[in-house]
T-cell receptor, first 113, second 111 residues
């Protein structure tokens, strides 16, 4: 059974803190993605990675960075959290040429105070 | 004009009804069309996937793509309370280009 796990379901952080969100997949997928989901705005792509140490900017990369040191793990980093980064963060993965078939994790609901 | 438009609803129907969910798009290069279902406080899951035009059926679910009108639909027959969720359409040009999502339609099926 395919599995994408995210390190936390809920997270509360203070403005200015450095925040790490981790995602692990067990399907040997090459592609991994980070999205944020906000009411009225839908799902927006922050970054994706198609290989270890490779990354591509999505639609809204500002204020975020990513790290992919191992194939199964993709981390999203908020260098200095701000209140406008309060959101639901979703990780997904897919095979290299099959972005149409993405498997999502359960999401991390982040609140920045 | 946004690339993908989807009515956010909410849509409320009685159990057993036929549900029609729709998206329109502007980019004629889109070839892959997907429907994802997202239950409350969960991640989306792929429900249906269609390549190019035509229909695809899976149990109570039918996905339709009309590329000439740039219009896709998801039909749910004999809807059940367990179908209550947000339905997201998504599309892309190729298998290695990022997905473009609609904003989702929230559906409630009332017993």
């Amino acid at each position: 059974d395919v599995k994408v796990t995210q390190s936390s379901r809920y997270l509360v952080k203070r403005t200015g803190e450095k925040v790490f969100l981790e995602c692990v997949q067990d399907m040997d997928h090459e592609n991994m993605f980070w999205y944020r989901q906000d009411p009225g705005l839908g799902l927006r792509l922050i970054y994706f990675s198609y290989d270890v140490k490779m990354k591509e900017k999505g639609d809204i990369p500002e204020g975020y960075s990513v790290s992919r040191e191992k194939k199964e793990r993709f981390s999203l980093i908020l260098e200095s959290a701000s209140t406008n980064q309060t959101s639901m963060y979703l990780c997904a993965s897919s095979f290299l040429d099959s972005q149409e078939t993405q498997y999502f994790g359960p999401g991390t609901r982040l609140l920045v105070l | 004009q946004k690339e993908v438009e989807q009515d956010p609803g909410p849509l409320s129907v009685p159990e057993g009804a036929i549900v029609s969910l729709n998206c329109t798009y502007s980019n004629s290069a889109f070839q892959y069309f997907m429907w994802y279902r997202q239950y409350s406080r969960k991640g989306p899951e792929l429900l249906m996937y269609t390549y190019s035009s035509g229909n695809k059926e899976d149990g109570r679910f039918t996905a339709q793509v009309d590329k000439s009108s740039k219009y896709i639909s998801l039909f749910i027959r004999d809807s059940q309370p367990s179908d209550s969720a947000t339905y997201l359409c998504a599309m892309t040009r190729t298998g290695n280009t990022p997905l473009v999502f609609g904003k989702g339609t929230r559906l409630s099926v009332i017993a």
